[in-house]
């Protein structure tokens, strides 16, 4: 809307304008910034970039400049509705960055390379005090208001985050110290489909050395339970998707077989289970239907464990007599079942060491300027994860 020699030169995420402010004395007021942002103006709208506004960091707040973010099914369910959402709307909520400025009272450093976390525990409701911080009570809105676009119309952030920007403002606790080095398009993605696929399968589900997995759904979280499956020691690990398309990834991540989701699944599970059905299945779509055709392809007292985020509306319709004869186990795995706090920095110092490698999950990297089309190629089910990367 405005004329772009209005922003300055530098990325505004690396500009700061108070910082640089010369001379001593008092610290000059920390002012909001300016930068380009992926934002949805409304459900099914066509995504731009927009220049936007975001506040100077607040106390125990921080900016953080981001290096690289990653295109996640939520956002997308964002833009197309199957989620509830306001707008104007900053996408992203998966990313790697710099802290760029600190507000007062932050216990972060400027420099400090972290990632970016979309449910930060309060530490005092129920749940926090309880050990499960994946339910914090704190985090549960979609979309929090934060923020202005350039015309001066609010703005929206996904998760509180909006990472698919130069930068983001937000809490220390949604921020999370990591090594210095890391592959950022790799590094991403411990925030959101590598925390949530892995903590699935050891904190959800359990799963233990020599059981069989069925993975329905091949997208980034998917995958990174296949991958995390292997390492858990599963020796049947079977990959289920509807596009053909996927079975080089999904044996690359770590399945040992691959099957197409059809009429024909569950009858294929139990010729690869001695006749029984897995062990273990993670439904990594969040759709009734796969919900069902994986509680089906699961073993008598087996374990379903629902990691995709479906609609409200969307019903799950199960026998009463099979669910007991069945003794199988229903359960999602809320980002993981996790404690980012203290799981990211293991992940991230195995991805350090080597042990861990997402090079599989990442399908490609693009521009800012190019998140549009990120956005379509997962609408249409290519590839793993599109990793948007900044300079
Ligand atoms: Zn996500
Ligand atoms: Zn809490």
Known sequence: ????????????????????????????????????????????AALRIEQVRLPAPGPGEVRVAIRAAGV???????????????????????????????????????????????????????????GEPWLCAATTAPTVARGETDDGTPLHLTLGLGALAEAVVVPDGAVIPIPAGLPPEQAA????????????VRNTARVAPGESVAVIGLGGV????????????????????????????????????????????????????????????????????????????TRRGGAVTVVGMGAK??????GALDIFHSARTLRSSVYGSSDPDREVPVLAAELAAGALDLGVLVSGTLPLDDAPSAFDRLARGEGARWVVTLD
């Open 222 to 297: 998917g995958l990174a339970v296949l991958a995390a499956a292997r390492r858990a020691g599963a020796t049947t690990i079977l990959a289920v998707d509807v596009a053909e398309a996927k079975r080089d990834l999904a044996l690359a991540a770590g399945a040992t077989d691959f099957l197409l989701s059809d009429e024909r699944l569950s009858k294929e599970v139990r010729a690869r289970t001695e006749g029984r059905g897995a062990d273990h299945a993670f439904e990594c779509v969040g759709r009734a239907a796969t919900i069902r055709a994986a509680w089906r392809l």
């Open 189 to 200: 993605l411990l925030g959101c489909a590598v925390l949530t696929g892995t903590g699935a």
């Open 72 to 130: 996640c099914h939520s956002d997308l369910s964002m833009v197309n509705g199957t989620l509830a959402a306001r707008f104007p709307l900053v996408l992203g909520h998966e990313a790697t960055g710099v802290v760029a400025e600190t507000g007062p009272g932050s216990r972060l450093a400027v420099g400090t390379p972290v990632v970016l976390n979309w449910a930060p525990a309060c530490r005092a409701c129920w749940w926090c005090r309880h």
């Open 313 to 318: 509306d969307d019903m799950v319709s199960l």
């Open 1 to 44: 809307m405005s004329a772009p020699e209005s922003f300055p030169a530098a990325p505004a995420g690396r500009a700061e304008p108070s910082r640089a402010a010369p001379g001593g004395g008092s610290e000059p007021a920390a002012a909001p910034v300016t930068v380009r942002a992926l934002v949805a103006r409304g459900a099914g």
